[in-house]
T-cell receptor, first 113, second 115 residues
Framework: DSGVTQTPKHLITATGQRVTLRCSPRSGDLSVYWYQQSLDQGLQFLIQYYNGEERAKGNILERFSAQQFPDLHSELNLSSLELGDSALYFC????????????FGPGTRLTVL | AQTVTQSQPEMSVQEAETVTLSCTYDTSESNYYLFWYKQPPSRQMILVIRQEAYKQQNATENRFSVNFQKAAKSFSLKISDSQLGDTAMYFCAFMKPNTGNQFYFGTGTSLTVIP
């Protein structure tokens, strides 16, 4: 158990809909990262937040957005969903300061029908 | 942009044998970090080992070790005494500091340990 929690574990929805994925980082970790892993592919970096502010942006679609709240949990919002958005979405967190690995949550599997 | 290449989509190894997974990366940076993550069927991402580019000594964690060749931009993972629980996808990752610690992942190598 990495200490990073993600809810829900599974999400099934229809095209055109909007969903919110939630992530709680490890206690004390200020950075949160979101990744998308499509079927049989590697992880694609979407976005990073550090202590409530956006720090880095990757291949995130305009239909997607994220935020980090004062309690440091983060939410990833996916709207106007398409079939191709079906994937495993991971959240990871890392501590402040010296270089550290990222600790990954168990992921949310999104299925768009 | 940094790129990470894992040229072996699938590999297999007999239980108790040794296997080496390859990873190459492309960067103009001199200071960076490299990681191997394991993703078993549960899909959980688990850190296996990390290497700081400024360290010449290869990292080792129990049965896992790396062969880090900075000039060749190569970072291979050696698994000794393979166990059935080592069956998983293995991802190589590159991180450049001071960029928000953003990770760049390879496409992964699926390793199967055969009893």
């Amino acid at each position: 158990d990495s200490g990073v929690t993600q809810t829900p574990k599974h999400l099934i929805t229809a095209t055109g809909q909007r969903v919110t994925l939630r992530c709680s980082p490890r206690s004390g970790d200020l950075s949160v990262y979101w990744y998308q892993q499509s079927l049989d592919q590697g992880l694609q970096f979407l976005i990073q937040y550090y202590n409530g502010e956006e720090r880095a942006k990757g291949n995130i679609l305009e239909r997607f957005s994220a935020q980090q709240f004062p309690d440091l949990h983060s939410e990833l919002n996916l709207s106007s969903l398409e079939l191709g958005d079906s994937a495993l979405y991971f959240c990871a967190s890392s501590p402040r300061g010296t270089i550290n690995e990222q600790f990954f949550g168990p992921g949310t599997r999104l299925t768009v029908l | 942009a940094q790129t990470v290449t894992q040229s072996q989509p699938e590999m297999s190894v007999q239980e108790a044998e040794t296997v080496t997974l390859s990873c190459t990366y492309d960067t103009s940076e001199s200071n960076y970090y490299l990681f191997w993550y394991k993703q078993p069927p549960s899909r959980q991402m688990i850190l296996v080992i990390r290497q700081e580019a400024y360290k010449q000594q290869n990292a080792t964690e129990n049965r896992f070790s790396v062969n880090f060749q900075k000039a060749a931009k190569s970072f291979s993972l050696k698994i000794s005494d393979s166990q059935l629980g080592d069956t998983a996808m293995y991802f190589c990752a590159f991180m450049k500091p001071n960029t928000g610690n953003q990770f760049y992942f390879g496409t992964g190598t699926s390793l199967t340990v055969i009893p």
